[in-house]
């Protein structure tokens, strides 16, 4: 195992999860390659995004499908719009220890505030990434913000 995708299986252990984590040959960077490699639906991925809120990292665990509201996250953590930008590769690197496409919803060197897409809830398991481009694991939506110690929001971008 991968020692990201291992630092993700120890984690989960000791939030007391009994995870399995599935690697694969083909990358499962995008929602929409994970959801390819897995066979399951592009809404039951879960992309963990990080924003940079008011200057302070803030994780969003939104559904494949869904593109984030800024304005929604703003309303959340008390800012304007303006003051939402997405992270970088450097500062997620920074604020999580993974990279981009690797990021799992928990497990982070930093303590972040994380908002949990509600649209991901409706699923009895939703997938997300388990630190590598290249793994993944299977998950409860409630253990998901059990884990995570995510607060379930409205995020989604509705057009």
């Known amino acids: ?3 990201s995708a291992r630092k993700v299986a120890d984690e989960a252990q000791q939030l007391g999860l009994n995870l399995e984590i599935v690697e694969f040959q083909q990358t499962t960077r995008t929602a929409q390659d994970a959801a390819n490699a897995i066979g399951c639906q592009l809404a039951q991925f ?3 995004l990080l924003f940079l809120v008011g200057g302070q990292p803030v994780m969003a665990l939104m559904s494949g499908t869904n593109r984030l509201d800024e304005r929604k996250l703003a309303a959340l953590r008390g800012v304007g719009r303006k003051k939402v ?3 970088d ?3 997620t690197r920074a604020a999580t220890g993974f990279s981009i496409g690797g990021v799992p919803p928990f497990g982070h060197t ?3 505030p ?3 897409d509600a649209d991901l809830t409706r699923f009895g398991v939703v997938w997300a990434a388990a630190g590598t481009p290249f793994a993944v694991f ?3 939506p409630d253990e998901l913000v059990r884990a995570s110690g995510g607060m379930v929001a409205d995020l989604a971008a509705h057009s």
Do not use: E, F, Q
């Open 114 to 116: 994380v908002y949990v």
């Open 138 to 140: 299977a998950i409860p």
């Open 89 to 91: 590769a450097d500062a």
């Open 85 to 87: 930008k997405r992270a």
């Open 46 to 48: 879960v992309k963990s």
């Open 110 to 112: 930093s303590k972040l």
């Open 1 to 3: 195992m991968h020692p």
